[in-house]
């Protein structure tokens, strides 16, 4: 198991202390068990997470949560993050870096280089391909990283020639690789059009069918009350609260319109196949591509 580093994060600012920001709090006490975590957030869920013990000590304004950090982790939603970026930025020690967590990262990255600097800290967006359809400090888990794909943004997509020039980004890379992520390099640009069909779609789709299904369902409950196992598993993302998905939605609506008019092509193309031959096709696809993936698992 790689080593976490023992510098240059001694003192780290967790703003957001829900699912993402809790699990990477776990994950920091548990590799680095000497730092001290410092938890920015709405109260309620600040004492929480303090009762859970993720973080040290819990603060509710952001200059007294990130003047002393080291790393400045944020887990916020998407319009908090670009809304606090100037602040953090402007608060934030000049040798601390700062990262996201954001399910998109253009509209995040862009707002980032408006406000930092040369000789002031680092920003580096950021991606953790893990979660829950469920929320909140409570469902913080220490392995919530491992074996999870880990997006960094870099200026390049190989990310090489920033992690060498940034110890800081270089010591967080190391980090993620301790807790037990696999960190991958994109640009903006990649990442937003590759999420927009393998974690943005899906849960499009999810809501989609739970909403078609519960217009379908009459006085007598069917067909609901027939859904078994398999269809629970296709709308375990139908749980997932509109609050969490609001900002990636608009963020990243171009990619995802286009990813929603793939479908619907995808769609159309088996309606026009169910009584032929093709359809057995469209299965052996599609039977690859689930073995592939649980394969890469």
């Known amino acids: 198991m790689p080593k976490a580093p023992a510098e240059p994060f001694r003192r780290v600012a967790i703003l957001g202390t829900g699912l993402i920001g809790g699990s990477f709090a776990l994950a920091l006490r548990k590799h680095l068990p000497e730092v001290h975590i410092t938890g920015f957030d709405r109260e309620p869920v600040l004492l929480e997470a303090l009762e859970r013990g993720l973080i040290h000590e819990n603060v509710t304004d952001i200059r007294k949560a990130v003047s002393s950090a080291d790393l400045v982790y944020i887990a916020l939603p998407i319009s908090t993050t670009i809304e606090l970026l100037p602040q953090i930025a402007r608060h934030s020690p000049p040798h601390a870096l700062v990262t996201d967590a954001g399910s998109t990262k253009r509209a995040i990255c862009r707002a980032a280089e408006k406000h930092f600097v040369e000789g002031g800290p680092t920003f580096l967006g950021g991606h953790p391909m893990a979660g829950r359809e469920t929320h909140g400090p409570g469902e913080a888990s220490v392995d919530l990283f491992r074996g999870a794909k ?18 800081r980004v270089e010591a967080f890379v190391a980090l993620l690789e301790a807790i037990g992520a696999r960190t991958i390099w994109l640009d903006a640009e990649t990442h937003d059009w590759a999420v927009a069909i393998v974690s943005h779609l899906p849960q499009m789709l999810a809501v989609a069918l739970a909403g078609m299904i519960a217009e379908e369902t009459d006085e007598s409950g069917l067909p609901e009350s027939l859904a078994g196992p398999g269809v629970r598993e296709i709308l375990r993302l139908a749980g997932s609260p509109y609050a969490m998905w609001r900002d990636i939605a608009f963020t990243n609506s171009d990619n995802l319109k286009r990813a929603l008019d793939r479908l619907a092509q995808a769609i159309d193309q088996l309606r026009n196949q169910l009584t032929t031959r093709d359809l057995e096709r469209s299965f052996a696809a599609a039977n690859r591509l689930y073995k592939s993936l649980r394969e890469v698992q």
Do not use: H, P, T
């Not at 880990?150 to 110890?167: K, M, N, P, T």
């Open 150 to 167: 880990y997006v960094l943004i870099g200026g390049d997509v190989a990310g090489a020639e920033f992690a060498a020039s940034e110890r």
